[in-house]
């Protein structure tokens, strides 16, 4: 799916899972959430890459760009659609998404891959492997650039550089050790026309991360795994009238054990410490604390004969902001045929504040002042689904659908608390209820073509939670009732996508991707982002063996093909949104 979808970029990608909104504030800034957004940081979907989290301080976020994975070297994604707290902790309500690479011991040629194209598309790609009886290694270099959207109010041009090395070293048939080093470092252009507060410049952003895994397995398919990881993520804009740096340092080690104490049952357990440091004058003139935090869980699986299978299991974690929580799930998979399963869940999840929301101090001076007042409480997110899988490898056919009802409560958003000032502090303001159902259907008609259509209906209604039902003043209570008149369009009702990859010829494939979604308003944001149709084409001319020595191909990748003109996300008054136009560029992959 990610070959035959021609996306260039990461953040791209989760177009192709239902339920999913993908926006952009500039040809940089994305950001990925499910049940649409609630603003341009989207602080609800966990984002791991082998496990490691990128999901960071200060304002719990990804930045997409800064990650330094190469398309080419995904195996898959795994994507947790809805609350997975009781699995991967807080700030997972709305779902996690989980990268995984390809392990270094998998055979296969070095390769470069170029791109170059319209707009300024820029890329040069290389993966350099070595494999032992001891150790196997992979190392992959990046370069990529391009001159953003194309809109003349902004200045999005960016460029970022990346490395990373992979090694798995097993010196015996129990024990294996996989290391992890990466580093991204990009130049980033900002600016508005017409805005002396956001001049024309450049910024700077630089990531690196450092992830040791220890795994023993043991007797009756036990396993013990010791996971340690350190990141640090550093962006400074230092160029503008309001000056913006920070540095965000993270260090996180935890402890696993799964045993299978019955054939028929099995247990994970676990417990982990994380330490989360911010450094930054403009947005905490008063330092913000390092949080240690604390967590211990456990999971259990049951099966039932031979047609069901129960889960359960719950996480406790400490936020290190005065607050502990526990947060259970449970599942029920019932087989109706050995290739059709029903299944049933419900689970509880919440966010913890993020380090911005509950200590942010930016002072009079910035273009944005923050004074957060503190004692923001966790949000809080129930889910309820029913879901149906169906597999008719005769037909090809694969069908995967679900109805869901998400309640979020305690819902975080920035309160104006003083009138007649631009300081703005953050509460718990809002309850949101989600509903809706999502299909993905997947056939196969023969070896090389294939179709894939997802399709998502979804709704949200707002409430204010634990508000004042007089408030104030006048201009607080139309700010707030505007937030709630606009939240039914924080979801696009109707989204999706059809990817359909087909063989023309031996060796010349076609492959094609229709993305559709309604409009959708970022709460955060000056206008409605308008409906998108947009046809994206790939034709693709392979050359030698796929993957052996001397093999490669060549493509060309039409984006907005017939220029579909949607609006982006833009939070910049009286000068509209930015658009995507039809954009053009050959790639081209070899293997040496």
């Given at each position: 799916?990610?070959?035959?979808?021609?996306?260039?970029?990461?953040?791209?990608?989760?177009?192709?899972?239902?339920?999913?909104?993908?926006?952009?504030?500039?040809?940089?800034?994305?950001?990925?959430?499910?049940?649409?957004?609630?603003?341009?940081?989207?602080?609800?979907?966990?984002?791991?890459?082998?496990?490691?989290?990128?999901?960071?301080?200060?304002?719990?976020?990804?930045?997409?760009?800064?990650?330094?994975?190469?398309?080419?070297?995904?195996?898959?994604?795994?994507?947790?659609?809805?609350?997975?707290?009781?699995?991967?902790?807080?700030?997972?309500?709305?779902?996690?998404?989980?990268?995984?690479?390809?392990?270094?011991?998998?055979?296969?040629?070095?390769?470069?891959?170029?791109?170059?194209?319209?707009?300024?598309?820029?890329?040069?790609?290389?993966?350099?492997?070595?494999?032992?009886?001891?150790?196997?290694?992979?190392?992959?270099?990046?370069?990529?650039?391009?001159?953003?959207?194309?809109?003349?109010?902004?200045?999005?041009?960016?460029?970022?550089?990346?490395?990373?090395?992979?090694?798995?070293?097993?010196?015996?048939?129990?024990?294996?050790?996989?290391?992890?080093?990466?580093?991204?470092?990009?130049?980033?252009?900002?600016?508005?026309?017409?805005?002396?507060?956001?001049?024309?410049?450049?910024?700077?952003?630089?990531?690196?991360?450092?992830?040791?895994?220890?795994?023993?397995?043991?007797?009756?398919?036990?396993?013990?795994?010791?996971?340690?990881?350190?990141?640090?993520?550093?962006?400074?804009?230092s160029q503008t009238l309001f000056p913006e740096s920070y540095g965000a340092y993270r260090h996180d080690l935890e402890l696993q054990h799964i045993s299978q104490w019955h054939p028929d049952n099995r247990l994970v357990w676990g417990m982990g410490i994380r330490s989360d440091k911010v450094t930054s004058p403009h947005a905490f003139v008063v330092a913000a604390p390092t949080l240690v935090q604390t967590r211990v869980f456990a999971h259990d699986e049951l099966r039932i004969g031979d047609a069901a299978v129960v889960n359960a299991g719950a996480m406790w974690e400490d936020d290190a902001m005065g607050h502990s929580n526990v947060s259970p799930r449970l599942s029920f998979n019932y087989h109706l045929m050995p290739n059709?399963?029903?299944?049933?869940?419900?689970?509880?999840?919440?966010?913890?504040?993020?380090?911005?929301?509950?200590?942010?101090?930016?002072?009079?001076?910035?273009?944005?002042?923050?004074?957060?007042?503190?004692?923001?409480?966790?949000?809080?997110?129930?889910?309820?689904?029913?879901?149906?899988?169906?597999?008719?490898?005769?037909?090809?056919?694969?069908?995967?659908?679900?109805?869901?009802?998400?309640?979020?409560?305690?819902?975080?958003?920035?309160?104006?608390?003083?009138?007649?000032?631009?300081?703005?502090?953050?509460?718990?303001?809002?309850?949101?209820?989600?509903?809706?159902?999502?299909?993905?259907?997947?056939?196969?008609?023969?070896?090389?073509?294939?179709?894939?259509?997802?399709?998502?209906?979804?709704?949200?209604?707002?409430?204010?939670?634990?508000?004042?039902?007089?408030?104030?003043?006048?201009?607080?209570?139309?700010?707030?009732?505007?937030?709630?008149?606009?939240?039914?369009?924080?979801?696009?009702?109707?989204?999706?996508?059809?990817?359909?990859?087909?063989?023309?010829?031996?060796?010349?494939?076609?492959?094609?991707?229709?993305?559709?979604?309604?409009?959708?308003?970022?709460?955060?944001?000056?206008?409605?982002?308008?409906?998108?149709?947009?046809?994206?084409?790939?034709?693709?001319?392979?050359?030698?063996?796929?993957?052996?020595?001397?093999?490669?191909?060549?493509?060309?990748?039409?984006?907005?093909?017939?220029?579909?003109?949607?609006?982006?996300?833009?939070?910049?008054?009286?000068?509209?949104?930015?658009?995507?136009?039809?954009?053009?560029?050959?790639?081209?992959?070899?293997?040496?």
């Amino acid at each position: 799916m990610i070959r035959a979808s021609g996306f260039r970029k990461l953040s791209e990608i989760f177009r192709l899972v239902p339920g999913m909104y993908v926006g952009s504030q500039n040809g940089h800034a994305a950001f990925v959430s499910y049940h649409g957004t609630t603003d341009n940081y989207a602080r609800r979907m966990q984002v791991l890459v082998d496990g490691r989290s990128v999901y960071l301080p200060p304002f719990s976020s990804v930045t997409w760009d800064n990650i330094p994975v190469l398309l080419e070297n995904i195996e898959r994604i795994e994507v947790v659609r809805g609350p997975s707290a009781a699995s991967h902790g807080a700030n997972s309500t709305q779902g996690v998404i989980n990268i995984i690479t390809r392990e270094p011991s998998i055979l296969s040629p070095d390769q470069v891959t170029v791109a170059q194209g319209g707009n300024g598309v820029s890329d040069l790609s290389a993966m350099f492997g070595i494999t032992s009886s001891l150790m196997d290694q992979r190392l992959s270099i990046a370069y990529r650039s391009d001159k953003g959207y194309d809109w003349s109010l902004i200045n999005d041009d960016n460029r970022t550089r990346m490395i990373s090395w992979r090694g798995n070293y097993h010196p015996n048939v129990s024990d294996s050790i996989d290391i992890q080093l990466g580093f991204s470092d990009a130049n980033r252009s900002e600016g508005v026309v017409g805005r002396s507060q956001s001049p024309f410049r450049d910024t700077q952003s630089s990531y690196n991360y450092q992830q040791l895994i220890w795994t023993r397995s043991l007797a009756s398919a036990g396993e013990v795994r010791v996971n340690y990881q350190h990141s640090y993520s550093r962006f400074d804009d230092s160029q503008t009238l309001f000056p913006e740096s920070y540095g965000a340092y993270r260090h996180d080690l935890e402890l696993q054990h799964i045993s299978q104490w019955h054939p028929d049952n099995r247990l994970v357990w676990g417990m982990g410490i994380r330490s989360d440091k911010v450094t930054s004058p403009h947005a905490f003139v008063v330092a913000a604390p390092t949080l240690v935090q604390t967590r211990v869980f456990a999971h259990d699986e049951l099966r039932i004969g031979d047609a069901a299978v129960v889960n359960a299991g719950a996480m406790w974690e400490d936020d290190a902001m005065g607050h502990s929580n526990v947060s259970p799930r449970l599942s029920f998979n019932y087989h109706l045929m050995p290739n059709q399963t029903l299944r049933f869940g419900t689970s509880l999840a919440y966010r913890s504040a993020a380090t911005v929301e509950e200590y942010g101090n930016t002072g009079p001076i910035a273009d944005h002042p923050v004074w957060a007042q503190g004692g923001v409480l966790p949000e809080k997110m129930l889910s309820r689904e029913i879901g149906y899988m169906g597999q008719f490898p005769n037909l090809g056919l694969t069908v995967d659908t679900r109805v869901y009802a998400d309640h979020l409560s305690k819902m975080i958003f920035v309160d104006p608390v003083i009138i007649g000032t631009v300081y703005n502090s953050f509460k718990n303001m809002y309850q949101v209820e989600y509903k809706g159902w999502e299909s993905t259907l997947k056939y196969q008609w023969n070896k090389s073509d294939s179709l894939i259509f997802n399709y998502a209906r979804q709704h949200a209604t707002c409430a204010s939670d634990g508000l004042p039902t007089n408030l104030w003043h006048p201009a607080i209570e139309a700010g707030y009732n505007n937030l709630l008149s606009s939240c039914p369009r924080m979801v696009p009702v109707n989204s999706g996508s059809i990817l359909v990859d087909h063989r023309l010829a031996e060796g010349l494939m076609l492959s094609g991707g229709y993305y559709f979604q309604d409009e959708v308003q970022v709460l955060d944001a000056q206008y409605v982002q308008s409906p998108m149709h947009r046809v994206d084409i790939k034709i693709t001319r392979a050359f030698g063996k796929r993957d052996e020595v001397g093999g490669g191909e060549v493509s060309l990748v039409v984006q907005n093909l017939f220029r579909d003109s949607h609006t982006e996300y833009s939070s910049i008054p009286q000068q509209g949104s930015p658009t995507l136009d039809r954009r053009a560029y050959l790639l081209a992959t070899f293997l040496y």
